[in-house]
């Protein structure tokens, strides 16, 4: 098996940026919530049994997850997101283990947003932890959505606290600085990882 390291953060930390960087340094992406959405899709594998769980009310026109109806109901019903992670978080699973099984690429990055929340730790060889500041998480997602400052510190509330997550990585990538500051980490890391990868074969 490839070695495979559990890439995540917090919302905005910008894991999307960092991954796209180990990709083309030579790493295979796996990206948890790009499974999501495509088993939330219209004719998705988990909309039969989100429809069964929550109702028409939560599928949208075209036969897909209501995200942001999801999302609202989720952080405001505990009972709710608890059903909701029992249907997606083993699909999301397997289909990331099938993913990973036909890799190519030095190495396997595993994009999971909720990595530690979820316990996927034990399923990768290394975490890599992207860090930034709260107040700069906050200004990237209103930036790029249509979530209000508050809908974002509500969704961070949900997630590991940051000191929670640097003291539980293996590697931590800080996106809080310079394009070239972070190449050079992203760099520096690479490089490890792929000695790690040539140790295993």
């Not at 890439?7 to 180990?22: C, D, H, M, W, Y």
């Not at 942001?68 to 909701?84: K, N, S, Y």
């Not at 998480?137 to 961070?156: C, D, G, K, N, T």
């Not at 190449?183 to 490890?192: K, P, V």
Request: net charge neutral.
């Amino acid at each position: 098996m490839k070695l495979s390291v559990g890439l995540t953060g917090g919302i905005g930390s910008g894991k999307s940026t960092v991954a796209e960087r180990f990709e083309r340094l030579g790493a295979s992406l796996v990206d948890a919530d790009e499974i999501s959405r495509a088993l939330t899709a219209p004719g998705g594998a988990a909309m039969p049994a989100l429809r069964a769980a929550f109702g028409r009310g939560l599928v949208a026109a075209d036969g897909a997850l209501d995200r942001r109806a999801m999302r609202e109901l989720a952080f405001t019903d505990p009972g709710a997101r608890a059903r909701l992670e029992a249907i997606l978080h083993p699909l999301v699973r397997a289909e990331s283990d099938r993913a990973r099984a036909g890799a190519g690429g030095h190495y396997v990055m595993m994009i999971v947003p909720l990595l530690f929340e979820t316990g996927g730790q034990a399923r990768v060889d290394r975490t890599l932890v992207v860090d930034a500041p709260e107040e700069t998480q906050v200004e990237r997602v209103v930036r790029r959505s249509a979530l209000a400052p508050e809908e974002v510190r509500q969704v961070m509330a949900a997630q590991w606290p940051r000191w929670r997550r640097l003291q539980a990585a293996d590697d931590v990538v800080f996106n809080g600085g310079s394009e070239g500051e972070l190449d050079a980490q992203c760099e520096r890391l690479h490089a490890r990882y792929a000695e790690l990868a040539r140790e295993r074969a």
